[in-house]
């Protein structure tokens, strides 16, 4: 028998009958073990509470005498429970007299500990640690007259109130029975029933795990540099006391005894658990469980040994091993393992039915079993488990192997494919239809013949549609004019089809009152006589005052005002904003509405007209404005490169000054270093802050530039293609990238039109593209100036075009062709409007060939 077998019998871990050699059933590959931990009693603790590993601890809580421990199990909610497990068959329930106790406190529980924590007592008591509050209760049991049992109280024996938020506590035999670590690096020692002193650690961050070795009289934690360090007692009690973190570094530079590690470790990861066991009066040994590394070292700081871990360890637990001079570990990791080692080798592996945060043994009242190990999962699973030896002898059945058959393979190939032309045939006779869509109250959505249709302002909509004896269909409606309808026609096979349509504008605004006075105003044309708004609105008649007509408001959901009012004289009405871009959703809702009004009357020559001029310097102040945050956003990334450099520069000389044998002054490059921290911080927030400002910039040019491309439609009497190439030119992207702006992505595209379709005359079209490289702009002066130039040489009778004598082939001649005849045929050719858009189009060019006559 092994060792590590010896003495987990002794200790009744494992089963005295049989024994193996635990190497031969570990695989370090898969990480599967083919034994597994024997459940010797479980219980599942509430629903949704959360554990972590300061929640565990065994001991005689009651003081019984017995020597038999007891569980006991603190949460997050504030939940306090004590467990005397018995042992159940596999598969049963825990017995309800197993717990003892179950007591709902009003803070969470960060941590829980057993020992002499009252004066003049040699009894053990609880010690419960909250955020703020530190509780030490006495547990008593009084023998019960019935069936039931004893019944179990729990008493306050005494508290401390916190001035600061705790972490974590240790207790020992040093002056006091108790120390607490605060989040901001304090060390506060009390001593029973009193406070004795507090002292902050020198060069904190953030808290880590902290214990006591009772040995040197030391404690340990592991700092944010990633360090182990170790500092006496005795240090700490006649260091220089402080108030604040601030006071305790003005004193330990100016007057005092400052506060000094006894010695350091660096490890290079954060440690997730550290332990110093006294095995021996001789010696004893500090244990590290980093993420990656176990760690094992002489109470001086020097390494006894470290293992490299190929899995990420959740808790450890030392306990005294039966060879001398060796140390066993219980080690947990996240792949529901818990392993046994034996300094660096491994010497066991059963598999968990869960991922333990904690771990402690527990001494249990069994013939056969001295002690089991107690596991603690963060969803709040506690199981008391031993490590048998009684292996799973499952083996895959075997399998009858016979010839193949083919032509009966063949023949149920050929039914599967009749089943698949029939399917196929089904669902080209199918059509699916879309029901109609409309709004109603402000952010609600209704379905007609769709069953059901549900959705909010601006976002995904989706809707069910049932059929009798069909599978269930399912739309999703996408932003703005996009529906998807995935209809399963067969099981596990979906067929999608598209539509587009328009979101009902009750989504983003609702009615208000009109308002008289705004900054900005668009007046629309049309030439027909003026007709009643309420008619054209019907679902916005709620808050409209005007009985006649004249007059209607919009409310949008980001605060902007619209309000269209209707000449009683003229055949013109004006849409009017504080907001400019506000203004397009509007007026294409209006002039969309006006068509579908007088073709339902039954008017064909109805039109819609703008005036003009053009709005352009209302429309150039969006175009500066997110202008200025793209340049915005490009002095804040220089300005934090430049930080990050000088921040890297002065940790390499601190470094450096820390790495010298002689110490020498840092000159106030700690002063400077916290300093260009600080900027950094800040930097990155105004980074952040722009970068949304930006967002919602873009956003608002967009709006705005659809409105433009609205009234130069309506302006000039542009057709749906030539609308189209006016849309790719000025909304070219959907959003704006570092790389790719919207400033130099529109110049380009203006600047090809104006040298092609809108140039002055044939001979000054531009033969080739350009392939300069784009690049942010220093101001917009020259886009603007384009813009303006197009729309200029729109209403001068410019048509735009992407077929032109400069793209079109030259004639071919032909052999024997007559010069003055010839015909034309339609050629088909690529022509890109610039560097994102790229459309074919059909030209007809003139082309000699013998025999036509000319056109």
């Not at 010690?127 to 008493?155: D, F, I, M, W």
């Not at 176990?294 to 808790?315: A, H, T």
Request: aromatic share 8%; glycine share 8%; charged share 20%.
């Amino acid at each position: 028998m092994s060792p590590i077998n010896s003495f987990l019998c002794e200790r009744g871990i494992v089963n005295k009958t049989k024994s193996y050699n635990p190497s031969c059933v570990w695989d370090t590959e898969s990480g599967m073990s083919l034994f597994k931990a024997r459940d010797w009693w479980a219980s599942v603790l509430g629903e949704g509470e959360e554990f972590d590993q300061g929640c565990l601890c065994v001991g005689d809580l009651d003081n019984s005498g017995s020597g038999y421990d007891k569980i006991v199990v603190g949460s997050y909610m504030g939940m306090l429970r004590v467990f005397s497990p018995q042992p159940v068959k596999p598969g049963e329930p825990s017995p309800a007299d197993s717990q003892l106790l179950e007591v709902q406190l009003r803070d969470p529980v960060i941590q829980v500990e057993v020992g002499k924590f009252v004066s003049c007592s040699d009894l053990l008591h609880l010690a419960v640690l909250h955020p703020r509050k530190l509780s030490v209760y006495s547990v008593s049991g009084t023998a019960g007259n019935v069936e039931h049992g004893a019944q179990y109280q729990l008493k306050l024996i005494y508290e401390h109130n916190l001035q600061r938020t705790a972490f974590n506590m240790t207790y020992g035999t040093f002056g006091g029975s108790l120390c607490i670590q605060s989040m901001d690096g304090m060390l506060m020692f009390f001593e029973q029933e009193s406070y004795s002193f507090g002292r902050f650690l020198p060069g904190f961050l953030l808290p880590g795990p902290l214990c006591y070795c009772c040995r040197t009289d030391t404690f340990l934690t592991v700092s944010s540099a990633r360090q182990l360090e170790s500092y006496r007692y005795e240090t700490l009690a006649v260091a220089t006391e402080a108030e604040t973190r601030q006071d305790a570094d003005q004193l330990s530079k100016s007057a005092g005894k400052r506060l000094m590690a006894d010695w350091t470790l660096v490890l290079g990861e954060q440690a997730l658990d550290l332990c110093a066991p006294s095995f021996s009066p001789t010696s004893s040994s500090i244990f590290v469980c980093g993420e990656r590394n176990l760690y094992c070292l002489k109470d001086n700081g020097q390494i006894r040994f470290m293992k490299k871990l190929e899995y990420n360890p959740s808790c450890f637990l030392p306990y005294a091993s039966v060879s001398e001079d060796t140390t066993n570990i219980l080690l947990g990791n996240h792949n529901n393992m818990l392993l046994v080692y034996q300094d660096v080798t491994l010497k066991w592996a059963a598999q968990l039915s869960c991922s333990p945060v904690a771990i402690r043994c527990l001494l249990v009242p069994h013939r056969d079993l001295r002690g089991v190990v107690v596991t603690l999962s963060s969803e709040g699973h506690l199981q008391c488990s031993y490590m048998g030896t009684d292996p799973s002898f499952f083996s895959t059945p075997k399998v009858d192997s016979r010839e193949q058959d083919y032509a009966q393979m063949d023949t149920e190939m050929k039914s599967l494919q009749r089943v698949i032309r029939e399917a196929t045939r089904s669902q080209a006779g199918r059509t699916p239809t879309l029901g109609r869509v409309w709004g109603g109250p402000l952010g609600g959505v209704w379905g007609g013949p769709l069953g059901g249709v549900w959705g909010g302002p601006w976002g995904g909509v989706w809707g069910g549609l049932p059929r009798p004896n069909h599978p269930p269909t399912h739309i999703y409606i996408q932003r703005p004019a996009l529906c998807l309808i995935l209809e399963p026609s067969v099981p596990g096979i979906p067929r999608v089809a598209q539509c587009q349509f328009c979101l009902p504008l009750r989504l983003v605004c609702r009615p208000s009152s009109p308002s008289k006075n705004a900054k900005y105003k668009i007046t629309v044309d049309t030439n027909n006589p003026p007709v009643n708004l309420c008619e054209v609105f019907p679902d916005f008649l709620e808050q409209s005052e005007d009985k006649e007509g004249n007059a209607l408001g919009f409310h949008f959901l980001s605060g902007a005002h619209v309000t269209v009012l209707a000449s009683k004289t003229s055949q013109r009405y004006r849409i009017q904003s504080e907001s400019f871009e506000d203004i397009w959703l509007v007026v294409k809702e209006l002039v969309q509405r006006f068509d579908h009004h007088f073709a339902r009357l039954g008017v064909k020559d109805f039109q819609n007209s703008f005036a003009g001029p053009i709005p352009l310097a209302e429309y150039f102040e969006t175009v500066d404005h997110h202008f200025e945050l793209r340049v915005n956003a490009e002095k804040y990334q220089d300005l934090l490169s430049e930080r990050a450099i000088q921040f890297r520069a002065i940790q390499r000389r601190l470094l450096t000054r820390f790495k010298d044998k002689t110490p020498a002054p840092l000159q106030n490059l700690d002063t400077l270093m916290e300093g260009t921290y600080r900027q950094v911080i800040a930097l990155a927030d105004a980074a952040e802050e722009n970068r949304a400002c930006l967002d919602q910039a873009f956003a608002r040019l967009r709006s705005a530039t659809h409105l433009l491309i609205l009234l130069v439609t309506l302006w000039q009497g542009l057709s749906t293609d030539q609308k189209a190439i006016l849309e790719a030119t000025l909304l070219p992207l959907l959003q704006d990238t570092p790389q790719l702006g919207w400033e130099e992505s529109v110049d380009a595209a203006v600047s090809h039109l104006l040298r092609t379709c809108l140039s002055r005359s044939p001979k000054d079209q531009a033969l080739s593209l350009s392939t300069a490289q784009l690049s942010m702009p220093k101001d917009t002066a020259r886009l603007k100036k384009h813009i303006t130039l197009l729309c200029d040489r729109l209403g001068k009778g410019g048509r735009l075009s992407l077929a032109s004598e400069a793209n079109a082939p030259t004639p071919v001649m032909m052999p024997g062709q007559i010069p003055n005849k010839s015909c034309h045929v339609e050629v088909c050719e690529c022509v890109c409007v610039h560097s994102c858009v790229c459309v074919c189009v059909h030209s007809v060019v003139p082309v000699l060939t013998p025999g036509c006559e000319n056109a």
